[in-house]
């Protein structure tokens, strides 16, 4: 493990995140752009699941937002793992960045399969199945979230 991190650090595009300022503050800036997008777009989804709103029609939500928080966590998703390649050997042995990539992996893989199976408005989707699937996600994203931030703060 510790040599395919230390592969991944000696990346061309690692060292130029590494030495290069203003690339690196570009990749973060665009890392927290994705992130807002990700969470602004699905909490307020999660929220109309879990029944709030409830004269919003969820699909109509779903139409707008599934493919805002798609997008952002397309860019959050590229640009975090250029982040992670600039410190790799530190960040791969940190449970927390673990528990991050395990809630990430969780949440996308349930919305995939929540409209792989109830299409993308989600409309033949039972009431509770709907209030268990922004359960999930909410714990998922904000766990995520969460443990990012706790990242800067357990590193050395």
């Not at 000696?10 to 130029?16: C, D, K, L, N, P």
Request: some cysteine; proline content about 3%.
């Amino acid at each position: 493990m510790d040599g395919l991190l230390a592969a991944i650090e000696g990346f061309w595009i690692a060292q130029e995140l590494r030495f290069a300022r203003w690339s690196y503050a570009a990749v973060n800036t665009a890392h927290v752009l994705g992130i807002a997008l990700l969470v602004g777009a699905i909490l307020p989804l999660d929220l109309r699941l879990l029944g709030l709103w409830r004269r919003v029609p969820h699909g109509d939500l779903a139409r707008v937002l599934v493919p805002v928080a798609a997008a952002g966590l397309a860019l959050a998703a590229a640009t975090g793992a250029l982040l992670f390649s600039v410190r790799a050997s530190e960040y791969g042995v940190m449970p927390v960045v673990w528990l991050k990539g395990a809630l990430i992996a969780t949440g996308a893989g349930a919305a995939l399969l929540l409209h792989r199976a109830h299409g993308l408005e989600l409309a033949a989707a039972g009431r509770r199945r709907l209030a268990a699937a922004g359960a999930l996600s909410m714990t998922c994203w904000l766990g995520a979230l969460v443990c990012g931030r706790l990242i800067a703060f357990l590193g050395d």
